[in-house]
């Protein structure tokens, strides 16, 4: 404190200032920009318009993008306060580099050598396939498509997957074998449009907040919500159905046998578009309404109207997340979502999708610059037309394109514990907090000869244990596109510098290009991301996913458009996929799946009584290396809990507010706090995934989807007891 605060004559008047700003009126003076940047969010995938108020060089508030298409002048709490996360205080700014154990900074010159180096060295040692990477999706397009060369084509491994795998690939895989390419065919203004919405396992209100505000724009809807919570969202609906955890596929099953046997199917449509009829209405026969009953425990009279109802709907809506994708039976669900919008025809329609949510706010554009389950382009790793077409664009010996995709994301992590994978690169990821059986994860990277964390902070759980640290510029700090849900591709632009050394991750790429000698050859003459972008739109011309039509100057008028847009097609319109019912099999059809309904893999036991979900809350995103920064959300949720039913925690004698451990075969969770509520039903248990200090991951289960080879987050087997029982 200086003499004159100490003695009373400094009142702190430049501190305390207030002045007039042009949106904000009177006001904090340290919170009035001196110009704002229009981007798009960077945390979720409803892909908000935001424009950042920038002061002194510093990014100091955040506020809705008024002429974006998305979300009408309103952001949710998390875009809100989306500038926090630029300076907090656990961004890594300078490379560090593990010596004598211990992580030390190093210039950006020595850190790339070392890790080419390590990198090559382990390759000619064991192979160029024991080298994995795994990515993001929160990376700009620009960025997916320069790794993707640089991975398969630079350093020649097809190891490489991201943590989208364990959000939405049951979704991907499902569009893939239903309608033979991924793409959610339809938009948000479905969500205006329809009049019977189906949402199933997706809680809107507490994770796309902003898409809440279509729903509410629909008067004349039915709002039908599966979950076995009774979420926010399930709060808003007309008809909540709480399922039994992971009963859903027998579930959209018995509805289908009831629009079959009440002729509330579109025959035209089914004859003229699908493939499987006659196959689908004789597996169906077993999803009677008295079994399905059963297995999901909502009554026949309930199974029977939402049939009715969605049979019925002039443009019926089916959306979906986590609940559906987290799941070993997820790609088996989204195919029988993708039955009913076929059976009904409500597809390709305004106001009529089989509709899936995405996650992060650029999963959509890794899925589309691919390399990973597919290749560029929606292109097949196991189509040689499709592998010569990419070939020739690149100008490349298309021996050198991969014919099968490499592991995904937890065959990688198999790898590593058995010591196939001997050097990883991890980026913008945190897998020491959201990868499920934690202990499986650190086995495997225990194993490594040479683990590297290219992330915008430092520390977090997976930086911690690292041999190189690469500090990557953020959300903010940088330039590119992002695709959010409904295939809008949107700018993101650069409001301040990158904190300390930290670079973009597109300029890293091109380092280690440069470093590994194939900068020439993969990026010619690239010094943008902009030249990123424009091979890109080349690459994605005549796709599914055609961005022809789009160029950086469009999206700085527009601020977003729409995915397919050839070139000189018109801007405006909303894009719906398959409206002329073609689909992207070799015949054209959509296909029927049959699809089977089992019990998920670990059913509770006396020993293990309470199934136990998982999800996220409002005000995190995440493992919150982010949202922790951010002073409003962190104070609203600041620990985890764990939620139960009265009538259990009663029988357990316990009592809200209590610290108690979650115990699964795998692993324990202690000093989570007890809510009593109705929200969760007797007999199960919900609690947060962002929290590393009380991570629910240490007891969740390593079991996958053996198709998306996405984890069974949401139903595993744990008993609640009070700290230091049974230890
Ligand atoms: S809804 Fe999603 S995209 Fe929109 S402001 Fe919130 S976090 Fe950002």
Redesign the pocket.
Known sequence: MNWKRAIGLDNLSEEYAFARGESTGYTSAKKIPDHWVPT?????????G?EIGVKDGRAIASR?FELHP??RG???????S?HYTIHAENRAKYPMLRKGGKLVRVGWNEALDVMVERFRATQAKYGAESLGVLSTGQLVTEEFYTLGKLVQLGFGTNNYDGNTTLCMASAVSGYKISFGSDGPPGAYEDLERADVILLIGANLADN????CQYLEANRNKTLIVADPRVSKTAMMADIHLPVKPRSDLALLNGIAHILIRYSLVDREYIDKHTAGFADLERFLDAYTPERVAEITGISQETIFKTALLYGRAKAGFIGWTMGVNHSTLGTATVNAICNLALLTGHIGRAGASPFSITGQ?NAMGTREAGFTSSLPGYRKFDNAADRAELAAIWGVNESRLPAKRGWAYPDIVEAAVAKKIRALWIIATNPLVSYPNQDVLRHGLSNLDFLVVQDGYHPTPTTELADLVLPAAIWGEKEGTYT?SERRVSKVNKAVQPVGEARSDFDIFLAVAEKLGCRDELYPGWTTVEDAFNEWRGVSKGRLCDYSGISYGLLAERGAVQWPLTEGADPNATSRLYSDGEFQTPDGRAKLVCTDWVPFPEQPTPGYPFVLNTGRTVEH?HTRTKTREVPILERLSPRAWLEMNPRDAKQLGLRSHDSVDVVSRRGRVRGVELRLTEITAPGQVFMPFHFAETNVNEVTQDAFDPISREPNYKQCAVRVERPGANV
């Not at 309103?74 to 809100?80: A, D, I, R």
């Not at 796309?208 to 898409?211: D, G, R, S, T, V």
């Open positions: 798009t969010c960077g945390y979720c995938s409803v892909g908000c935001i809705p998305v979300n309103k952001l949710c709490p998390k875009g809100l989306e796309h907040p902003i898409l706010c959010n995103w």
